[in-house]
């Protein structure tokens, strides 16, 4: 069966001054996540915004959170940023020595598991968790900004996983993020992908317009 093709907005290139806005565009125009990227200042360089902004911002959208952590150790925060209104946490697997020991408190607060790799870790790393989470993000930026250029060879691992995924009878969803616009989403479409990450391509003078220029292309390509 053909996996659902999904479009996550990352939340990281909105206006802050006006989420509840930007949010009811994208989900006017048929996004199914809202990406929100959480980082630290040390497994990435930049630092965004932490539980107190999720848990805000959960009063102020039914939609699902698909939260990417780009945080070191990040089994010590899952509980906080479960309780903070997470549907799904991404953790990356370089940032733990136990990735195992992440997965099961991400389950044990009952969220569903995404792992992600950054552009120069192979897919064999990754391949042992993938009948144990939900979701892989292949990262296709080096992880830290907004308003990249995707790197193609990325899309090579993609291919492996969604091979991988087919072979194994798995139902992983294969998210990618960084880069994606709209006159380039059909490379990691063609690669494999079905959930695609898109922020600065999505938000800005016409938030609404733009979400619904993805999310019909998605539906075409998901009714061929
Ligand atoms: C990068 C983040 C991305 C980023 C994507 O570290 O994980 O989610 O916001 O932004 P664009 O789509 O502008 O590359
Ligand atoms: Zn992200």
């Known amino acids: 069966m053909k996996p659902t093709l999904k479009l ?6 909105a206006d802050f001054a006006k989420l509840a806005e930007e949010f009811k565009a994208i989900k006017d125009g048929g996004a199914h996540y809202l990406h929100i990227d959480v980082m630290d200042g040390i497994f990435v360089p930049s630092i965004s915004f932490g539980m107190p902004v999720i848990k805000s911002i959960r009063k102020c959208t039914d939609m699902f959170f698909d939260v990417h952590l780009m945080i070191v150790d990040p089994v010590r925060y899952i509980e906080e940023f479960a309780k903070s209104g997470a549907d799904l946490i991404t953790f990356h697997l370089e940032a ?20 992600s790799i950054k552009p120069k870790t192979p897919f064999a790393d990754v391949a042992p968790y993938m009948d144990k989470v939900d979701m892989l993000l292949v990262m296709t930026v080096e992880p830290g900004f907004g308003g990249q250029k995707m790197m193609p060879e990325t899309l090579d691992k993609v291919r492996e ?3 991988f995924v087919t072979e194994k009878g798995l139902t992983t969803d294969i ?10 989403i059909n490379l990691p479409l063609e690669a494999g ?9 999505v938000f800005g003078p016409d938030t609404l317009g733009e979400t619904k ?11 061929e």
């Open 96 to 115: 733990t020595e136990d990735p195992q020991a992440v997965i099961d408190e991400i389950r044990r607060n009952n969220c569903k598991v995404g792992i």
């Open 8 to 13: 996550a907005p990352s939340m990281l290139s």
């Open 213 to 223: 220029r993805f999310c019909e292309y998605l539906a075409k390509e998901q009714a």
């Open 161 to 163: 996983a969604r091979a």
């Open 175 to 184: 998210q990618v993020d960084g880069g994606v616009k709209f006159d380039n």
């Open 193 to 201: 992908a079905n959930v695609f990450v898109a922020g600065s391509a």
